[in-house]
């Protein structure tokens, strides 16, 4: 669900839709960004796609543009067409004091 800085292919299930699995696994999705030393998560949308566009606004992320995502395919990459969505992460401060 995370590699480096990008949180990718995130999906629920029609029928689970709307319960709230969806926040529970962007929030998961951008703790482990957060702690893999990342101040910025980032994401593909495809256009068309207004419900996940509409989704990722409400919690915070915004469009930083279209872009090309390269998709691996069995024979190379499938360059396809998305909007990057970024986020900038909340940054957590360890106290050494006692």
């Not at 839709?17 to 030393?37: K, P």
């Not at 409400?58 to 395919?73: E, I, Q």
Request: glycine share 12%; with cysteine; hydrophobic share 40%.
């Amino acid at each position: 669900m995370v590699v480096g800085d990008e949180v990718e292919q995130v999906y629920v299930t029609r029928r689970h839709r709307g319960v709230g699995v969806a926040g529970v696994l962007l929030d998961e999705a951008e703790r482990q960004v957060g702690d893999g030393g990342h101040a910025v998560a980032w994401l593909a949308v495809a256009p068309g796609n207004t419900r996940a566009r509409r989704f990722y606004e409400r919690r915070g992320w915004r469009d930083a543009g279209p872009f090309t995502y390269l998709a691996a395919g069995a024979h190379g990459d499938i360059p396809v067409p998305c909007h990057r969505y970024v986020k900038d992460l909340p940054r957590v401060t360890v106290s050494t004091q006692r």
